[in-house]
Antibody, heavy 118, light 109 residues
Framework: QVQLQESGPGLVKPSETLALTCTVS????????WSWIRQPPGKGLEWIGS???????RYNPSLKSRVTISVETSNNQVSLQVTSVTAADTAVYYC????????????WGQGTLVIVSS | EIVLTQSPGTLSLSLGDRATLSCRAS???????LAWYQQKPGQAPRLLIH???SRATDVPDRFSGSGSGADFTLTISRLEPEDFAVYYC??????????FGQGTKLEIK
């Protein structure tokens, strides 16, 4: 079955760029939308954005000015960049497959904690 | 933007009890656009229910979803130890494309 694994630095300095990668295994990246979702410590879930392999992208308007999501089909990977980070960007970042005609998320990666601190 | 409000914030129940969790949308949504997730500490959310009432693969039948319009409910018929977790509802909409409720924590009484 499809499995997702996030990777990237666990510590990012304020004002710098957060960059994460999600590697998809057990299936093709060309068959679904792929999404990034984050969860600050002890808080709820926030959708960041979703991308289709063709390049079609949707972003959360609240983050759109700082976020870039892209797909690298050759490596079956989805990438996330968040620029000008602050402490408010500290969170567990999840990638997930958008399923059911993109109406829900299943499965999810295990998540990776990113702390923004100097 | 469609806002999802979950209640209660925390629900304290005993093993074997029936749990009823609510998710209210700020406007009517299609039932096909409503999903529920379970999240245990240190784990990623897990899809439980989609289309408001359809159980995801391998989800026990003690979990059921219902509702329409702006009011949706997740019911757990008889609580097992592994059911104590945080539950989120999620809707698929316009802008933003997806929103989540703030979560209901189900704890052992």
């Amino acid at each position: 079955q499809v499995q997702l694994q996030e990777s990237g630095p666990g510590l990012v300095k304020p004002s710098e760029t957060l960059a994460l990668t999600c590697t998809v295994s057990g299936g093709s990246i060309t068959t679904n939308f792929w999404s990034w979702i984050r969860q600050p410590p002890g808080k709820g879930l926030e959708w960041i954005g979703s991308v289709f392999y063709s390049g079609r992208i949707r972003y959360n308007p609240s983050l759109k000015s700082r976020v870039t999501i892209s797909v690298e089909t050759s490596n079956n990977q989805v990438s996330l960049q968040v620029t000008s980070v602050t402490a408010a960007d500290t969170a567990v970042y999840y990638c997930a497959r958008s399923s059911g005609a993109n109406r829900w998320f299943d499965p999810w990666g295990q998540g990776t904690l990113v702390i923004v601190s100097s | 933007e469609i806002v999802l409000t979950q209640s209660p914030g925390t629900l304290s129940l005993s093993l074997g009890d029936r749990a009823t969790l609510s998710c209210r949308a700020s406007q009517n949504i299609s039932s096909t656009f409503l999903a529920w997730y379970q999240q245990k500490p240190g784990q990623a959310p897990r899809l439980l229910i989609h289309d408001a009432s359809s159980r995801a693969t391998d989800v026990p039948d003690r979990f059921s979803g219902s509702g329409s319009g702006a009011d949706f409910t997740l019911t757990i018929s008889r609580l097992e130890p592994e059911d104590f977790a945080v539950y989120y509802c999620q809707q698929y909409g316009d802008s933003p494309l997806y929103t989540f409720g703030q979560g209901t924590k189900l704890e052992i009484k």
